[in-house]
């Protein structure tokens, strides 16, 4: 169906208060799934597929687009003002979380994944040896192109993860991290969002062509993400824990 405000008997919702946007479509193959889109929200060219039970979708006042899977006890949060430049995916399943903090930018062909998509065990125990795990992006994380983020990983506020590179673990605020898997290249660095040819001035040689946002921090190595107290992203992970208790 059309992102719409919407009830249905196997109590899948949809609370969104303005008109019906058909760039937007959700599918609910369970029951007790819940989907919450701010109602300034921009998102287009989007899919939101509630594959099982009890999943939650929280999309704040942002421009997200492209493929967002909500599998089993789910819960995914995007915060205020994240852009993406095209086709984000994301998958989630088996009761794990995407926490992606505000004014993340996003470029093409990234993809975030708590879970493998198949369950692999180990042969001699029957154990399952690739569960599923959450993931925390911070605020205003910059993933370039085809950058891809894997279970288990958080990214600390204000860093950049490079093109093309593969994030397993945790990487601390205010760094590049590039390569496969992403290694820490660079430490003490902020990055702003003033396109390079499409904003002027035409030449950025330091900071004084920039307005400073407020992610200008040193590296923290063991502080990997902070969600700042009152954030809209602490504020959806705190409806998220009323909702799942209702
Ligand atoms: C991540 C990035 C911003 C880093 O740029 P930088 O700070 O100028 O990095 P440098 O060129 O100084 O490289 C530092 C080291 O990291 C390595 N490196 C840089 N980017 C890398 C990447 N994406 N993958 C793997 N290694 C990378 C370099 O080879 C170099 O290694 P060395 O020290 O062994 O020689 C840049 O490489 C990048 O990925 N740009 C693409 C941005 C993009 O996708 N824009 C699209 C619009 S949003």
Not at 218 to 238: A, D, H, P, Q, Y
């Amino acid at each position: 169906m059309n992102l719409r405000n919407h009830s249905d008997i196997s109590n899948n919702k949809i609370n969104y208060s303005e008109n019906e946007n058909d760039k937007v479509k959700v599918l609910f193959f369970g029951k007790n799934n819940k989907l919450v889109v701010h109602p300034d929200a921009r998102i287009s060219g989007t899919t939101i597929r509630f594959d099982c039970d009890d999943g939650i979708c929280t999309i704040g006042n942002n421009s997200f687009n492209g493929f967002i899977r909500v599998g089993q006890g789910c819960n995914v949060v995007i915060g205020d003002n994240v852009t993406c430049t095209n086709g984000c995916y994301i998958s989630t399943a088996e009761n794990t979380s995407v926490t992606i903090g505000c004014d993340c930018m996003f470029a093409s062909g990234n993809e975030i994944r708590t879970d493998d998509g198949h369950p692999i065990f180990d042969i001699v125990s029957g154990k399952r040896i690739n569960p599923s795990r959450s993931i925390i992006i911070g605020e205003h994380v910059w993933l370039a192109a085809k950058s891809i983020i894997l279970s288990g990983s958080s990214i600390g506020n204000g860093s950049v993860i490079g093109l093309g590179s593969i994030v397993k673990g945790v990487i601390p605020n205010n760094c590049i991290a590039a390569g496969i898997p992403a290694k820490v290249i660079k430490k003490n660095i902020a990055w702003e969002r003033p396109h390079l040819t499409l904003a002027k001035p035409f030449l950025k040689p330091d900071s004084s062509f920039v307005t400073k946002s407020k992610y200008w921090d040193l590296t923290i190595e063991e502080e990997s993400v902070i969600i700042k107290k009152n954030s809209i992203v602490s504020r959806f992970v705190s409806l998220f824990k009323r909702v799942k208790t209702q």
